[in-house]
């Protein structure tokens, strides 16, 4: 049986970070990373970038293998973990190979879901979330071909603006509207029309209900007894965990529910990214929150944890950036005034940028900025993970918002330095 | 150790932006700054925002293609080809340290122009200054006295030590006794830790030793005012008598400041310490201080000044002269060094407050060769008193009346050294 000291499950941002970590505390163990994947480590978030040619696909493992390299760790490809037998400190490979390790990590991620979809083939319908996922599409997508998304999250909005500058026509089904749980229905409007200046038809509030191949087309039928044709369909209404069936994990829904060192209820394992579901910076309530950003943090704890350091995970807090044709968004924290204690709210637009901030107590807990470019999207973050008190400046905040925000940002690292 | 863009934290002028457009006006910037003003009239407050360079850079870790990494000599650089403008790294960086590219849908920052900033270059404030690591590291090299400080916050020592060492070279062994600056392991030259009554006696004896066998070492003693002034000053006048070649440095922080603040002889009137306390019948120190440099300046050895942190060049000369004195015969330097927890002092005020002393006359600046005394700072219009008692709240409880009092006995102790000068 093959014996490593570091176990990591899955090849994502999180694993890539926990490996990173490890070796910072560790110079010397084994560290050892195993993908179902028939392909070296890589970030999902950057595959829209491939269909549009912004990034090359050989590029795309440019990152995964520098760090193998320097943290020198190996990786075992097209190899699925079936089973954690984490009495015996070991997990079974789907092949009956056996590894054991002193510390793992599971961060498998999470795959898409695929709602009910009555009639649905499996050719001509694509999800988009491993790299395979993307060869697949990129075949079909060789010559222009008419599109249809189903789903309305970033995913989906990224995918339809790259196939729309590539050329195809798109159409977008949403259940609801657009980016609902991102952006507040202001953005949304302004990003609906930049679709539809882009020829790109969007569908909201409609549930795709059966889909049949006919005559080398896709007919799909929506709720409202709409009608569409089209070449390929591609379904991005979400994802769910790639979790564990071993039932002595504590779980929060799929998720694999982790205290604030990314430890899971059973000795010796930590999860990390997308399958954990890890306290909030707010309330501390334990969810998941698949955005890079916290993958990366999130395994920076579990790794610095892991090889015997001690880090806490300061919790996550959802945030989100895109940029779609011409516009620039971004939104952090609480965006929704409707849920948890009161907020005020400040806001200001011209033409077609604004700002809007949520405070409470007289610090920023959210922020949404469309077309602000000027602004650091960060340094608001900064502001909110800090808990810096606006100072009575919250006019200023309006009026100046770059200033300010990098005023209050600069006061706090001094003070923090000093 | 990475090249670093140093940016004070003073403020900016509010008009200027020299920075600004040199960065517009840099290779391949596109009309495109990576450094911005920050001008906040409102708060007065004025600055710029750029790009950290941070050691683990946040922007870096985020970026999901590794456009962003670190570059050899220090700052994270963007490979333009691998950057796909998904905007990660602007939302994970709290500085403000990356830009969108609007045009292109491409992030960019600061990458110091290769390895050689036009802001600092163009800055004419001092607010920005590139370092680069081989000049640190080459001048941490070169100081004798090692990094990090045993000293309280605010503590006049570092500067001494490093002054004194600096100008000294490594030709040297120290000497030193109990006190706030025990230099055994902090200095990268040999130091013997002797007793306060017989620190210059041990110096003397390795000084012959060194005649002996030929060799130039110069023996330096480093030593406080309680050994000084009270303990050793047997020793230490009978060294000069007989006219030992060293050179002998008193720190003055006017009391027994390691043992827990309690008078020395050179603490001055007026003055609060744990020995003279302030109450419903104590009014601090009664009666003056000794005057230890005027008293080594009778012995009529070859070399005697005073010094202080504010004049450091004037302390170099000194140094330079007490050096050379050495070589011959006797060499004494007073060093007038603040200690902000006796004195009460802010950690701030440390070279502040020196300067006070010296503009008041309470601390003129003199040397004597061979017993010739002359002021190497001449004072033309001396401040009162106050001026160097408002920064120390050991002298808080002084009345106008005290003050009064006080001011007499500096007038008439300069005036004593001043008749003197001007006799010599």
């Known amino acids: 049986m093959e014996q490593s000291r570091y176990l990591i499950i899955g090849s994502g941002p999180a694993g890539l970070a926990a490996v990173q970590a490890i070796r910072t505390e560790d110079k010397a163990a084994t560290i050892t ?97 491993t790299c395979a996922d993307f060869a697949r599409l990129s075949k079909a997508l060789a010559e222009s071909k008419h599109i249809a998304i189903y789903g309305a999250g970033l995913v989906a ?118 399958v954990a579901a890890s306290p909030s910076f707010f309330e501390g309530e334990h969810a998941s929150c698949a955005i890079l950003p916290e993958a990366v943090a999130q395994g920076r704890v579990a790794g610095t944890n892991m090889a015997g350091g001690n880090m806490e995970y300061r919790g996550w807090i959802r945030c989100n950036y895109l940029r779609c044709f011409e516009d620039t968004l971004f939104s952090m924290g609480i965006t929704d005034i409707g849920s948890g204690p009161a907020c005020s709210v400040l806001e200001q637009s011209d033409g077609n940028s604004f700002l809007r901030l949520l405070l409470r107590d007289e610090r920023i807990v959210g922020a949404e900025g469309m077309n602000m470019t000027a602004l650091h999207p960060g340094i608001f973050l900064s502001l909110i993970r800090d808990r810096v008190a606006v100072s009575g400046q919250r006019n200023l905040l309006l009026s100046k918002p770059r200033e300010a925000s990098s005023w209050l940002m600069q006061r706090q690292r001094s003070a923090q330095t000093v | 150790m990475n090249n670093t863009l140093v940016v004070q934290r003073s403020n900016c002028p509010p008009s200027c932006t020299l920075c600004v457009e040199a960065c517009r006006q840099r290779d391949g910037a596109n009309g495109q700054a990576v450094i911005e003003k920050l001008d906040i009239p409102e708060l007065g407050y004025h600055s710029v925002l750029t790009c950290n360079q941070c050691s683990e850079a946040e922007c870096a870790a985020v970026c999901p293609t590794g456009a962003l990494s670190r570059a050899a000599s220090g700052p994270t650089v963007l490979d333009k080809a691998l950057c796909v403008g998904c905007g990660i790294c602007n939302l994970a960086c709290p500085y403000g340290g990356v830009h969108l590219e609007t045009k292109e849908h491409k992030s960019y920052k600061c990458d110091f122009c290769g390895d050689d900033p036009a802001c600092a270059k163009t800055c004419p404030n001092g607010i920005l200054e590139y370092k680069k690591a081989g000049d640190i590291a080459e001048r941490l090299h070169k100081d004798v006295v090692s990094p990090g400080l045993p000293y309280c916050a605010g503590c006049g020592m570092e500067l001494v030590d ?93 009391a027994y400041m390691n043992t827990g603040i309690q008078r020395s002889s050179t603490t001055p009137f007026g003055s609060w310490t744990n020995t003279t306390q302030v109450g419903s019948k104590g009014r601090g120190k009664q009666g003056n201080a000794k005057n230890v440099p005027l008293l080594m300046a009778f012995h009529n050895i070859h070399y005697v000044a005073t010094a202080t942190l504010a004049y450091p060049e004037d302390y170099m000369q000194k140094l330079f002269k007490a050096r050379e004195a050495a070589k011959e015969g006797m060499a004494y330097i007073h060093v007038l060094s603040p200690c902000p927890t006796g004195w009460k002092s802010k950690t701030e005020d440390t070279v502040e407050v020196t300067r006070a002393a010296v503009e008041t006359n309470y601390f003129p600046l003199w040397e004597a060769e061979k017993g010739i005394i002359k ?31 006080f001011q007499k006995r500096v007038d008439s102790s300069f005036e004593q050294i001043r008749r003197v000068a001007s006799q010599s």
């Open chain 1, 33 to 129: 990373l195993v993908t179902r994947e028939n392909a070296l480590p890589y970030s999902p978030t950057v595959l829209p970038y491939l269909i549009s040619g912004e990034l090359k696909e050989e590029d795309l493992f440019l990152k995964g293998k520098a760090i193998l390299k320097a943290m020198n760790a190996q990786i075992l490809l097209g190899k699925e973990v079936a089973e954690i037998l984490h009495l015996s400190n070991e997990v079974r490979c789907t092949d009956g190979e056996r590894i054991g390790y002193d510390k793992l990590l599971i961060s498998t991620g999470a795959s898409p879901q695929m709602p009910s979809i009555d009639h649905a083939p499996t050719e001509h319908v694509h999800t988009l979330r």
């Open chain 1, 157 to 274: 909005v990224e995918a339809a603006e790259k196939l729309c500058r590539a050329g195809h026509s798109v159409t977008i089904i949403a259940r609801s509207s657009l980016l609902r749980k991102y952006f507040s229905p202001k953005s949304v409007t302004a990003l609906e029309s930049a679709f539809a200046g882009n020829g790109c038809r969007i569908v909201t509030h409609n549930t795709l209900v059966s889909v049949v191949r006919n005559a080398g087309k896709l007919k799909l039928t929506l709720s409202n007894s709409d009608k569409l044709t089209a070449d390929e369909l591609i379904v991005a209404t979400g994802v769910a965990a790639n979790g564990v069936t071993n039932s002595s994990f504590e779980k929060t829904g799929d998720n694999l529910r982790v205290g604030r060192h990314m430890e899971t209820s059973v000795p010796n394992i930590y999860a990390a990214g997308d």
């Open chain 2, 162 to 254: 490093r002054y004194t060492l600096r100008v000294l070279g490594r030709n040297i062994v120290l000497f030193g006794a109990p006190g706030c600056n025990v230099l055994g392991g902090k200095a990268r030259v040999p130091y013997y830790g002797s007793l306060m009554t017989n620190v210059v006696s041990s110096a003397t004896g390795v000084s012959r030793y060194f005649k002996h066998i030929g060799r130039d070492t110069l023996c330096v003693a480093i030593v406080g005012d309680g050994a000084t002034a009270d303990i050793g000053f047997g020793g230490l006048s009978a060294a000069a008598e007989r006219g030992e070649r060293i050179l002998y440095i008193c720190y003055d922080n006017e």
């Open chain 2, 375 to 405: 002021f190497t700072h001449v004072v033309t219009n001396p401040a009162p008193i106050k001026h160097f008692t408002k920064y120390m709240d050991r002298f808080a409880h002084l009345s106008d009346a005290e003050i009064a009092q």
